[in-house]
């Protein structure tokens, strides 16, 4: 066992943790904050993805005591301070960028990563950048309109470039 401290969606927590305790299984079950989805347990799906330290994480692929001291945010640290859905949050919906929305979590936050280091992206970059996130529903086409809305891009605009 292990003491561990992050800062998860702005909120400093602290807790006892097994050392073989991957980050995912500590927010989902520590934390109760279960937005963060696991698909595969072997980081291939993508479905687990959070922000540690504002870079792109598979947490099903890191201990939690490698996430000491880090900042976390997950799915649910995304919506905005009202509670209301961000923009790119909204965008999905907009967009029907989701079907199960088993993915959506990681999804939206491999996206906002993207945005972040580059705020108006290709289709091809957007493709490029998702290829760690598998969707079994949606075929990408509505998750990559909804993140070309969020980045203030008009889909067909770009498809036509």
């Known amino acids: 066992m292990a003491q561990v401290e992050m800062t998860v969606n702005g909120v400093a927590v602290s807790a006892e943790v097994a050392d073989n305790a991957t980050l995912s ?38 201990f939690a005591v490698e996430a000491e001291g880090a900042e976390v945010t997950t799915i649910e640290g995304m919506a905005n301070p009202d509670g209301s859905l961000s923009v790119l949050q909204q965008a999905f919906q907009d967009n029907h960028g989701l079907q199960c929305g088993f993915c959506t979590p990681g ?32 075929g990408y086409h509505n998750i990559i309109r909804a993140i070309l809305a969020a980045s203030g891009q008009d889909a067909a605009a770009v498809a036509a470039e």
Request: net charge neutral.
């Open 25 to 62: 299984s500590y927010l989902r079950e520590g934390l109760e904050l279960t937005g963060t989805h696991v698909g595969c347990d072997t980081g291939q799906c993508g479905a687990c993805t959070v922000h540690v330290n504002g870079r792109p994480v598979k947490s099903c692929n890191m």
């Open 107 to 138: 999804m939206v936050m491999s996206a906002a990563a993207l945005l972040a280091e580059n705020p108006k992206p290709t289709e091809a970059e957007i493709r490029a950048w998702l290829t760690g996130n598998i969707c079994r529903c949606t």
